[in-house]
């Protein structure tokens, strides 16, 4: 099956800091997706970015889909950033299914 | 709109037994995925349910197992509880393929 790599896996920040994570896929995928998973377990929706580039206040993302990378941009870091940050992708093959596959995360720590 | 909804949000139960969770998408939304995460495996695709049809599966034993009702309301059953079934497990919804998930708060077992 398709592979999702997550980098750095921990990343340590001084509020205020910007970051760059970074996330490889190993195959064409109809969905990407990044996710910020808060304290009590929930994912919640950052970026749905297939391809191409958004921006929502100090995040943005941009994914290149034919050289099968995403990466998430956080500007200005603050304390609330601080958690676990999913990729996932949902591979071209499974067609109309709707199948994610996550990377293993990657936990940002933001220093007051 | 209503996010996804998942019932019971905790649950303790002992070996042997079997458990049902519940999961209420958005509304609209007639696709519904559940995950697994654990700290050792992290997150893991179990099923994806459409108009009541399974069609996605992955790699579970067939103690999972899960259905989707007309109202696209879901549940997963888990029967004969294991140790290793702890986990947080999480459900999705979308209109479907490839198209962005959400995920609710997810249900919390422990198995002792």
């Known amino acids: 099956g398709i592979q999702v790599e997550q980098s750095p896996p921990d990343l340590i920040l001084q509020e205020g800091a910007n970051s760059t994570l970074r996330c490889n896929f190993s195959?064409?995928?109809?969905?990407l997706q990044w996710f910020h998973q808060n304290p009590w377990g929930q994912l919640i929706n950052l970026f749905y970015i297939p391809s191409g580039t958004k921006q929502n206040g100090r995040l943005s993302a941009t994914t290149v889909a034919t050289e099968r990378y995403s990466l998430l941009y956080i500007s200005s870091s603050q304390t609330t950033d601080s958690g676990v940050y999913f990729c996932a992708v949902d591979p071209f093959f499974t067609g109309a299914n709707s199948k994610l596959t996550f990377g293993k995360g990657i936990t940002l720590s933001v220093r007051p | 709109k209503a996010g996804v909804t998942q019932t019971p949000r905790y649950l303790i139960k002992t070996r042997g037994q079997q458990v049902t969770l519940s999961c209420s998408p958005i509304s609209g939304h007639r696709s519904v995925s559940w995950y697994q995460q654990t700290p050792g495996q992290g997150l893991q695709f179990l099923f994806e349910y459409f108009s009541e049809t399974q069609r996605n599966k992955g790699n579970f034993p067939g103690r999972f197992s899960g259905r989707q009702f007309s109202n696209s309301r879901s549940e997963m059953n888990v029967s004969t509880l294991e140790l290793g079934d702890s986990a947080l497990y999480l459900c999705a919804s979308s209109l479907g393929g490839g198209s962005e998930q959400y995920f609710g708060p997810g249900t919390r077992l422990t198995v002792t």
């Open positions: 195959d064409s995928v109809n969905n």
